[in-house]
């Protein structure tokens, strides 16, 4: 059974990095069934995916357009975890992020971590 | 960019059937996935790739395709199923869409 275990900090300042990281359980970060993902969910309600990466002979990165220019989703091979950084974050960036893999090809996400709440603030 | 809608709130007597619905252009040929989220936990998976119950989830839960629109349907709502519902499907120019997410009552 996967688990998802999720650390990091709640309170990052505006213009800083926000950082994250999902240890695997149960899988490896390097399987190419599947892919490891980046969600969040704002204050209001709604999901929104931020990213995936996936190894496939190498690695490859989708990121959402919302956050192309600030995301950048870290493989760790060596720790079997993932991690989200997120640069440039303004209070709209508050959120609580969630990390999940996806079964590759048909892209649902069978397990999550337990959320992150993360407040952008001064 | 492709784009799915729910209804805000659906609301259902116990017992009875509750249908909650999630619309997108030609949604029919895309894989939906569903997801029940309740307050303060993560997203658990209820149905995937249209029709396919994962592992531990009620038979009372099943969905359908057709047209512009996907269907989760629930068979005889029990109080326990009162969550925030979520569909989803996969885009290959955005990536992963959801839905607004459907707040359901059972009354």
């Known amino acids: 059974q996967v688990q998802l275990q999720q650390s990091g900090p709640g309170l990052v300042r505006p213009s800083q990095t926000l950082s994250l990281t999902c240890a695997i359980s149960g899988d490896s970060v390097s399987n190419t069934s599947v892919g490891w993902n980046w969600i969040r969910q704002s204050p209001s309600g709604g999901l929104e995916w931020l990213g995936r990466?996936?190894?496939?002979?190498?690695?490859?990165?989708n990121y959402a357009e919302s956050v192309k220019s600030r995301l950048t989703i870290n493989p760790d091979t060596s720790k079997n975890r993932f991690s989200l950084l997120l640069n440039s974050v303004v209070p709209e960036d508050t959120a609580v992020y969630f990390c999940?893999?996806?079964?590759?090809?048909?892209?649902?996400?069978?397990?999550w971590g337990q959320g992150s709440l993360v407040a952008v603030s001064s | 960019s492709y784009e799915v809608t729910q209804p805000l709130s659906v609301s259902v007597a116990l017992g009875q059937t509750a249908s909650i619905i999630c619309g997108g252009n030609?949604?029919?040929?895309?894989?939906v996935h569903w997801y029940q989220q309740k307050p303060g936990l993560a997203p658990v998976l209820v149905i995937y790739?249209?029709?396919y119950r994962p592992a531990g989830i009620p038979e009372r839960f099943s969905g359908s395709n057709s047209g512009n629109t996907a269907t989760l349907t629930i068979n005889g709502a029990q109080a326990g199923d009162e969550a925030d519902y979520y569909c989803q499907v996969w885009d290959i120019n955005t990536g992963a869409v959801f839905g607004g997410g459907t707040t359901l009552t059972v009354l």
């Open positions: 999940a893999r996806d079964v590759g090809g048909y892209y649902y996400f069978d397990s």
């Open positions: 790739r249209r029709t």
């Open positions: 990466t996936t190894y496939g002979s190498k690695w490859y990165h």
């Open positions: 030609n949604i029919a040929i895309k894989n």
